[in-house]
């Protein structure tokens, strides 16, 4: 930091920002120059000074050693920590006005995350007993967790995924866990279908039961960003992915899955969350053993007790001494080759198909996770005639897949930059599918490259620890929103105040507040389409999962925020209007019933039909979040099931002769979530309107929209 402190102070950026926070622009370079000469001079060697300054946070990792965004984050943190020491003050006073560092202090202070425990009042009223289950994949680490939760009369699942989630809502309800304290039924069959990461203890005795049975039956509700499944409003757990985590009520057993994820730059503050505020009795926390430093400093700000159970992989990994050398032909059924582009996947799905005379299923980021369930049905189906899986990354979590052999089409993958290799962590996740216990005649999975160059170095990784975890995401929540906005200039952006965590706040290792992934494609959204909405609906807006990178996404988050500014209601199909999504769905279906079709319609198809699922999980994200405006929730998801029909069609049918295509009703058949024999319903009895109401309420805030639209035409 010494060495490129002066530089720091003299590049533009660093003078727009300063000024974007209120420091007004003929105070910026006098300050900047008298911090880059203390800092220069040795202010950091001072042992009373570094302990002032909490300097500790200020640590950067070997990856970050050379990147210019961490030395700007901490380098602005270290100038606030600085100019808002009143002693320092003092000696400023004579650079600088006293109103210029008195929006520095207030802006330090209001901007404080120093202590994210406190945010969460009830779960430091109690002593939680925290239970860490950790270990490689495959090796039993969410068994134990899982029969705790069955055998509690309340408790909460956060997962990564919806399809974990889901899964874990549909054994409770069903009785496929044996509680904790319940001895299984003898003959009962195990289910060998399960994404969760689970270890039989005996075969004739399994706790995670292929049919379930009355007497493990647990009531459990169904939570995620785009649904809702009630089957009870009195049942006492609740399934439900990370990011929908209550903390307002108590309950007995929480298990929060993949708890290494904390440490994700855009998710990792949910996992942060669940640590520190499930009001829990007994909180189990599964994931990978470098997760234990972190949780381990998080909780010292609390009076919980802390136990480690360690978890051993339960069948061998074996690294092969050759490549497939580039030959396709060597391809057997079981083997999963990962590729780490759509196109990649796609070209070796074709080659393998030519090559072998093996199908080929497919699993990547875009696709729907229902899809992608579907995808791995066909693959584990011995008599579905797809024996070979073609997959990215996503196979690495939340995927049942009866792999015995993992195939790297490559080991460097592209990450919106450059080519990067993969991480220890990235190579053991997904290499350690291979091999799934329980589900192949002999135990143990392997795992190879297609290329012999690559060889050497999946020999190297396999064996090493994964890659450290050095912090723990934190966000703010709206209140801190709120109040920053206060002490920020009242004409300040949304990346403005979107920056203000990362490069100004106190935070406390292992506590990091990052900044948010694509911040200007964001920012430039809100500060286009949303800038006269409440803070809550830009924050919300500004934070919903869309493809950022997609034109098409765009445009029709844009037309639905059109709409609500306008009408405040916004029906899905006349949001849908605009854009390619509802012809090209329709005519895959009318392919889908026998119609014409060229050779790469599939292929063309399978964009548009990616699109319009993304968008039409984001309405259903909406509809949950402001209810009112979002209303057709029901017709959203009539269309998201038609649209995964398709699309689950024009996957079969990507590589195959226009010839030898079928129509949709031919071929194994995949049951729907729809058909999983939970009954259910979508609206918590809670929210429940009378439609007049309702209507009450859209005249008033049409009223008031009107009003503001006349006031901004005055101005």
């Known amino acids: 930091m010494e060495k490129q402190v002066h530089k720091w102070a003299d590049l533009p950026h660093v003078h727009r920002r300063l000024e974007s926070f209120g420091v007004p622009r003929t105070d910026v370079q006098p300050i900047l120059s008298i911090f880059a000469r203390e800092v220069s001079s040795g202010l950091l060697h001072n042992p009373i000074e570094q302990k002032k300054y909490h300097v500790e946070r200020f640590v950067l990792t070997a990856k970050e050693l ?78 134990m967790a899982l029969r705790a939760l069955a055998a509690a009369k309340t408790g909460v699942y956060s997962g990564p995924l919806r399809l974990l989630a889901h899964e874990i809502w549909d054994r409770l309800n069903k009785g496929q866990i044996v509680p904790l304290g319940m001895d299984p039924d003898a003959d009962s069959e195990p289910d060998t279908s399960t994404n969760m990461d689970i270890i039989e203890e005996s075969v004739s005795r399994p706790t995670v039961r292929k049919e379930g049975k009355a007497k493990y039956a647990r009531e459990c509700n169904l939570r995620t960003g785009e649904e809702f499944r009630i089957v009870s409003e009195y049942a006492g757990l609740v399934s439900c992915t990370v990011e929908m985590t209550s903390f307002s009520l108590p309950v007995e057993v929480a298990v929060v899955d993949e708890i290494q994820m904390l440490a994700d730059p855009d998710r990792g503050s949910a996992w942060t969350s669940a640590v ?93 996770p229902e899809i992608r369930a579907e995808q791995a049905a066909l693959f584990n189906n011995p008599h579905s005639g797809y024996d070979v899986m073609i997959g990215s990354d996503a196979i690495g979590m939340g995927l049942n897949l009866k792999i015995k052999r993992i195939i790297f089409e490559t080991l460097h993958k592209f990450d919106g930059t450059v080519e990067r290799a993969l991480s220890v962590s990235q190579i053991k996740q997904i290499a350690g599918r291979a091999g799934r216990y329980g589900l192949h005649g002999e135990p143990g999975g392997f795992v190879t490259t297609l290329h012999a160059h690559d060889l050497s170095m999946l020999h190297s990784t396999i064996p090493c620890q994964p890659d450290p975890i050095m912090f723990a995401g934190v966000s703010p929540t709206l209140a801190w929103a709120e109040s920053v906005l206060q002490a920020l200039p009242v004409d300040a952006s949304h990346q403005t105040l979107l920056e203000v965590a990362p490069y100004v706040s106190h935070v406390r290792p292992p506590c990091r507040a990052f900044v948010p992934s694509k911040v200007k494609e964001r920012s430039q959204f809100v500060e286009t389409h949303a800038k006269d909405m409440k803070l809550y609906d830009r924050l919300l807006i500004g934070g919903s999962p869309m493809n950022w990178r997609d034109p098409l996404a765009v445009e029709f988050a844009a037309r639905l925020c059109q709409i609500y500014s306008e009408k405040i209601r916004v029906p899905i199909l006349h949001a849908l209007r605009v854009g ?57 998801y009539t269309l998201k099931e038609r649209t995964e029909k398709a699309l689950d069609w024009c996957l079969r049918n990507v590589s195959t002769r226009v010839a030898d295509r079928q129509p949709a009703s031919f071929g194994p058949r995949i049951p729907s979530e729809a058909e999983d024999g939970v009954e259910y319903r979508r609206t918590p009895a809670t929210r429940l309107q009378d439609e007049s109401n309702r209507e009450l309420g859209v005249k008033y805030a049409k009223l008031l929209n009107s009003e503001r639209r006349s006031a901004r035409g005055q101005q």
């Open 580 to 636: 390619p999504y509802i012809e090209a769905l329709e005519n895959v279906e009318e392919m889908m019933s026998g119609g014409k079709s060229s050779a790469g319609a599939p292929s063309q198809g399978l964009v548009n039909l990616e699109g319009l699922h993304k968008s039409l999980v984001l309405y259903l994200w909406l509809s949950y979040r402001l209810p009112v405006a979002f209303y057709q929730s029901e017709e959203a």
């Open 276 to 368: 520190l505020g499930l009001p829990a009795e007994e909180l189990h926390l599964c994931g990978e053993e470098v997760a234990v430093p972190i949780v381990q400093a998080l909780l010292s700000d609390t009076d919980d007790e802390l136990f480690i159970n360690r978890y051993e992989r339960l069948t061998p990994l074996t690294v092969q001494d050759k490549s497939l050398e580039g030959d396709f032909s060597r391809v057997q059924k079981g083997d999963c080759l990962v590729a780490f582009s759509r196109s990649g996947i796609f070209a070796l799905k074709r080659k393998v198909e030519e090559n072998t005379g093996l199908r080929c299923a497919v699993a990547y980021g875009r696709l729907p």
């Open 66 to 143: 050379n990147q210019g965004l961490r030395l700007d984050q901490i380098l602005t943190q270290l100038f606030y920590s600085w100019a808002s020491d009143p002693q320092q003050q003092e000696v400023l006073l004579k650079s600088v006005s006293r109103n210029t560092l008195e929006q520095i202090s207030y802006l330090y202070s209001t901007a404080d995350i120093s202590y994210p425990a406190d945010m969460y009042p009830k779960a430091r009223s109690m002593r939680r007993k925290v239970i860490m289950h950790v270990g490689p994949t495959n090796s039993g680490k969410t068994h």
